[in-house]
């Protein structure tokens, strides 16, 4: 079955003795897999996903057996491409890789949720992570793993989230060699799934781990952490409720013991057969400190004597009243800072360094102690730093060492770019005071990237030391957006594998007061290449190398212009400079 950019469900389905990919996910956000059989599927030619193969995918898989299939990579399931899939009450048994993840392989941020489920498969690692696009992390929660935390490697290329109530001991299978994936008796397995009602089986008892288990209700979490928000503003998240049964369900009321959690949803709440419906939750906080809560949820349609399911809620408050977050005086993360702050607030963050990607998508003021000390590490995985579309103008971001990131996904070109720095689309966040160092991409702009329609404002930094698979070592932008605007920065040591080392845009950049220096291509230019550029008062030396293609040092195109500048001793094949009216 190949399903691409589809939605719906796939209930009680065998998909079994296919050479191929049992089932193929190709960017499906709302597809539902429930009460399927999985069985003998791929082979060892096959190299991702012999039972699922999961591409830009977040599908619920439930009450599903995934058994015996076979591929290189992610014998039972691979998920790839930021592939989140929700995975409840499965088995997952018995397959085969070849190269690695018997179980469940992970590539290139993806973050598999596992609750309720078994894990058990021979061989290779159970869970392993692929070797591009790091970020990728696995969630288990009351299932079996096989040979636990030690079954999974990482690779480090991503994190293990090992939640609550996971065990490693035999599942003790009814006949696992004839196929008989039932639970024994005395199963491990029986009665030790998650403890909220809504997961009860249907006889009423405590969900049982594996495919037997449950009901056909599945939930998006039963745990909820509001992070840090300030007194008196307001976090919602959002509780999903998939029903995979062929009947509606009522959810009837809700309430709460702690009055700074609320909802707006109004009850009831209809889940129809076949469909989800989502609850909003609210905290908002009314004194600082650590705050927690408990919901209670009720439903006429659980399975037994229980009349409601408990959701665990909490959450930090910290006085905002001054429009201040002091990082890690207040809030402990960069990030936890930026979700805590609204447009016109300051997040001050003081020397050290921070192991994390951030996402800036609001008018707002990220400011580090000092460029030399105030260090954010993407650890290999991911961006460093993205900009989203609400980061306009106002938003001012400085005074960072940005490093180690290996870049996001850009659906323009289809692969990996931005390993520093990500401009997304419509943002034009003021970038200053900055050092971008040490970063890789797979396509483009390992220092930084700039989206089609992104507005790239940079000055007095330090670009060096970054190597993309394609274009713009340094810097890469697209057209669009109001242009690139470069003053007073220095970009050296930066080297594409394709066009240009130092600096690549094709958004009629101007580029003043700046060093290029240093920069290596394999093809074209090696310093720069833009399309209707003006330069001025800038030095472009030293580009270029006996070891590199380098075709010229400069190439410029358009109505550009180059002035009041030196261009001297650079390493190329043919000339430094080449202009046209192209």
Not at 43 to 53: A, C, D, F, K, T
Not at 202 to 208: I, P
Not at 310 to 339: K, M
Not at 514 to 523: K, L, V
């Amino acid at each position: 079955l190949f399903l691409n950019n589809s939605n719906g469900t796939l209930d009680n389905i065998d998909v079994v003795g296919n050479y191929g990919n049992g089932i193929m996910c190709h960017y499906s956000q709302a597809v539902t897999i429930t009460n399927c059989n999985i069985n003998g599927n791929g082979s060892s030619n096959l190299g991702e996903g012999g039972g699922i193969y999961l591409v830009g995918s977040d599908p619920i898989i439930s009450s599903t057996l995934i058994t015996g299939n076979a591929a290189q990579r992610g014998g039972g399931i691979q998920c790839q491409t930021g592939s989140d899939a929700l995975i409840v009450n499965c088995v997952i048994a018995d397959n085969i890789a070849y190269e690695y993840a018997s179980g469940i392989g992970c590539v290139a941020h993806s973050k598999p949720y596992v609750e309720n489920s078994i894990v058990w498969n021979e061989g290779l690692s159970d869970v392993a992570y692929g070797d591009w696009g790091g970020d990728n992390e696995i969630t288990f929660n009351y299932s079996i793993l096989h040979n636990g935390q030690s079954g999974i490697e990482t690779n480090n290329f991503g994190d293990i989230n090992w939640g609550t109530g996971n065990l490693t001991v035999d599942p003790l299978f009814t006949d696992a060699v004839n196929g008989d994936y039932t639970l024994l008796a005395g199963s491990p397995a029986i009665d030790v799934g998650n403890p909220n009602a809504f997961y009860n089986d249907e006889d009423g008892s405590r969900n049982d781990m594996g495919y037997t288990g449950g009901n056909g209700i599945v939930l998006s979490a039963t745990e909820f952490e509001f992070g840090y928000v300030g007194v008196g503003d307001s976090r919602n998240k959002t509780l999903t409720i998939t029903n995979t049964k062929d009947s509606d369900i009522s959810v009837s009321g809700a309430s709460f013991d702690d009055s700074q959690f609320s909802t707006s949803t109004s009850f009831p709440v209809t889940v129809a057969a076949y469909s989800a419906a989502d609850i909003t939750l609210t905290f908002t906080p009314t004194a600082t400190g650590a705050q927690s809560g408990t919901l209670q949820l009720s439903s006429p349609d659980i399975p037994g004597d229980a009349t409601y399911g408990e959701f665990v809620l909490s959450g930090n408050a910290f006085d905002l009243s001054d429009g201040v977050v002091q990082v890690p005086g207040e809030v402990p993360t960069i990030q936890e800072a930026i979700d805590a702050s609204s447009d016109g607030d300051t997040v001050l963050v003081a020397a050290g360094t921070y192991y994390e990607n951030i996402e800036i998508d609001k008018e707002i003021a990220v400011i580090g102690a000092d460029r030399e000390t105030t260090i954010i590490d993407g650890d290999s995985s991911g961006s460093v730093v993205y900009f989203g579309s609400n980061a306009g103008i106002d938003t001012y971001f400085s005074g960072f060492t940005v490093q180690n990131g290996s870049g996001m996904y850009d659906y323009h070109i289809d692969g990996y770019s931005g390993g520093g720095i990500f401009v997304g689309e419509h943002s034009a966040p003021l970038l200053d005071n900055l050092i971008v160092q040490d970063n890789t991409a797979e396509k483009r702009g390992a220092g930084i990237n700039k989206q089609t329609g992104g507005t790239l404002r940079l000055a007095n930094s330090i670009i060096r030391n970054n190597n993309a698979g394609e274009n713009g070592g340094g810097i890469q932008g697209d057209g669009g957006g109001l242009g690139s605007f470069i003053s007073n920065v220095e970009i050296y040591g930066n080297y594409a594998n394709y066009m240009t080392g130092g600096i690549h845009l094709s958004d009629a950049p101007i580029i003043v007061n700046s060093i290029i220096r240093d920069n290596r291509s394999e093809e074209e230019a090696s310093a720069i290449y833009a399309h209707n550029m003006f330069m001025s008062n800038c030095v472009v030396s030293q580009n270029g190398s006996d070891e590199t293609s380098d075709y010229c040092t400069i190439k410029a195109d358009g109505n550009s212009v180059i002035q009041n500048s030196i261009v001297w001793g650079n390493n190329s094949e043919n000339f430094d400079i080449e202009m046209s009216n192209e």
